[in-house]
């Protein structure tokens, strides 16, 4: 069974929005207490972080999408947050949430972005 549960994920013109979202299954309170991050895929690509929320909140984001994606925490509901705006094709690709620094174990399947007119 998967740990952590990724949705939100589908097809978007460039410039659009996405909100894609990362929830912990059953009683595991992993992104509810720590850091966690948001990675993405493109195809041929390795995996990369795109962005990272620690356990004051503080935030970091990679620089190719800093100023266009936010990302955020929702402990009451156990959840984490991507807000994609603005993207662009470069955006496409398989994003996954994770502890970071990632754990394995906590990989799930991720969803898929592709960004394309």
């Known amino acids: 069974q998967e740990k952590l549960v990724e949705s939100g994920g589908g097809l978007v013109q460039p410039g659009g929005s996405l909100n894609l979202s990362c929830v912990a299954s059953?009683?595991?309170?992993?992104?509810?207490?720590?850091?966690m991050g948001w990675y993405r895929q493109a195809p041929g690509n390795e995996r990369e972080l795109v962005a990272r929320?620690?356990?004051?909140?503080?935030?970091n984001y990679a620089r190719s999408v800093e100023g266009r994606f936010t990302i955020s925490r929702d402990r009451d509901k156990n959840t984490v947050y991507l807000q994609m705006n603005v993207v662009r094709p470069e955006d496409t690709g398989v994003y996954s949430c994770?502890?970071?620094?990632?754990?394995?174990?906590?990989w799930g399947r991720g969803t898929q972005v592709t960004v394309s007119s």
């Open positions: 929320i620690d356990r004051g909140g503080r935030i």
């Open positions: 994770n502890l970071w620094p990632s754990v394995d174990s906590y």
């Open positions: 059953a009683s595991d309170n992993i992104p509810r207490y720590n850091t």
